[in-house]
């Protein structure tokens, strides 16, 4: 079992890593590149470029460790379906519990669909530094060094910068493939910060946020158990039910029913996430439950629902004014402007044209993950 996830454990690591640290983004070179585990799997030195994606090459290492990584995700996947409930019996082979890379997965090609996988992956990547460069938002002084701080934090947590080095190596990558995947949350912040500016090109205007989401809070009477998530019995359903009428009752009498609302959202509400959204929540549309949001959404600002009923229990709605809530807390406007990124990046994403370089054909794909596997099993013996 455990030669089945070193590869899925090796890149859970980085990807933690990399959350954090880095360094700048340098440009690929001609230079002969150092042979690796990934060039000596494929034959393709690391800096060959293997496809282009919109304007951007694509090297060899880079691409090869998103592979990698796809490859382990849908092995650990398989492997752990089959081993709990016996499924994906035909990608496995039962002699030594090894995936078999030339098989498929509900009729798609397994190595097609950690391909596909891994190309996504590649075009996210493209997708942020492309819109950072149309956009001025590339690393500043301050990410460089702040990048470069955590390398080291990291490098210090590994035991030196030499066995940082030989970590990245058993999973084929330098440097600079490291660097790359670090770099890209920098970049996203940037982009955040240049929405929530006023005045350059990407900002969020209040206006825009109000086209773009909603704000309302509710008072939740909830059906399950807190904490096994288990449906009450219906005498104790039939109780909360009761509940949530009576508490809409003395909204409805009340002189002033926005605050006995809140009032009553504060003493009974049963919601888990009320802690954190203490005023309700900002969301944009099929981020909540399918009931409340429809019963929300016809509702004016500062107008109260009738009793809504959905999976998690009995909710009273009140609306709030979006607008008017920016315009006293700015950091509501947080949230959309995550939403607002994923939109801007999700349009450029699909905007890029992907291509693959002739030396491609040259990679015995069903023999990729297995090869790449035993050199790193070797390389740490």
């Not at 015995?364 to 740490?380: G, K, S």
Request: net charge negative; glycine share 6%; with cysteine.
């Amino acid at each position: 079992m455990m030669k089945r996830y070193v590869s899925a454990v090796l890149a859970g690591v980085m990807l933690l890593l990399a959350a954090g640290c880095g360094s700048k983004n340098a440009p690929q070179t001609d230079a002969e590149a150092p042979a690796t585990i990934l060039s000596e799997v494929t034959g393709i030195p690391g800096n060959k470029t293997v496809l282009t994606v919109g304007e951007t090459e694509i090297p060899a290492e880079f691409y090869f460790y998103w592979l990698s990584y796809s490859c382990s995700s849908l092995e650990y996947y398989i492997l752990t379906n089959y081993d709990s409930s016996g499924l994906n019996s035909d990608c496995v082979n039962q002699e030594d519990g090894s995936i078999k890379w030339d098989a498929s997965y509900m009729g798609i090609p397994l190595m097609d669909l950690v391909r596909a996988q891994a190309e996504d992956i590649v075009k996210f990547y493209v997708t942020v530094e492309e819109t950072a460069r149309e956009h001025g938002a590339d690393l500043t002084d301050d990410d460089r060094k702040a990048l470069e701080e955590n390398y080291q934090t990291a490098a210090a947590e590994m035991g030196g910068e030499e066995a940082f080095a030989q970590y990245l190596a058993s999973m084929g990558v330098g440097r600079e493939t490291f660097d790359r995947i670090s770099a890209a949350n920098y970049l996203q912040d940037n982009l955040k910060k240049q929405i929530l500016t006023s005045g350059s090109d990407l900002y969020l205007s209040d206006e825009k946020c109000a086209e773009m989401a909603s704000y309302m809070d509710h008072i939740l009477i909830a059906n399950q158990d807190p904490d096994t998530g288990a449906a009450l019995s219906d005498e104790e359903a039939a109780e909360k039910k009761k509940l949530a009428e009576e508490l809409l009752e003395q909204i409805r009498t009340a002189e002033d029913p926005t605050a006995r609302f809140k009032e009553l959202a504060e003493e009974y509400s049963e919601d888990p996430g009320r802690a954190q959204n203490p005023d309700g929540y900002v969301y944009t549309p099929n981020s909540l439950v399918s009931e409340v949001e429809e019963a929300a959404a016809a509702l004016k600002p500062g107008e109260i629902s009738n009793l809504v009923e959905s999976q998690f229990g009995y909710h009273i709605i009140l609306r709030q004014d979006l607008l008017a809530a920016l315009a006293e807390d700015a950091s509501l406007k947080d949230e959309i402007a995550d939403s607002y990124l994923n939109d801007i990046l999700t349009e450029k994403r699909d905007s890029l044209e992907l291509t693959y370089d002739s030396c491609m054909d040259s990679v015995d794909w069903a023999q990729f993950y297995p090869a790449y596997i035993a050199a790193v099993e070797a390389l740490n013996a």
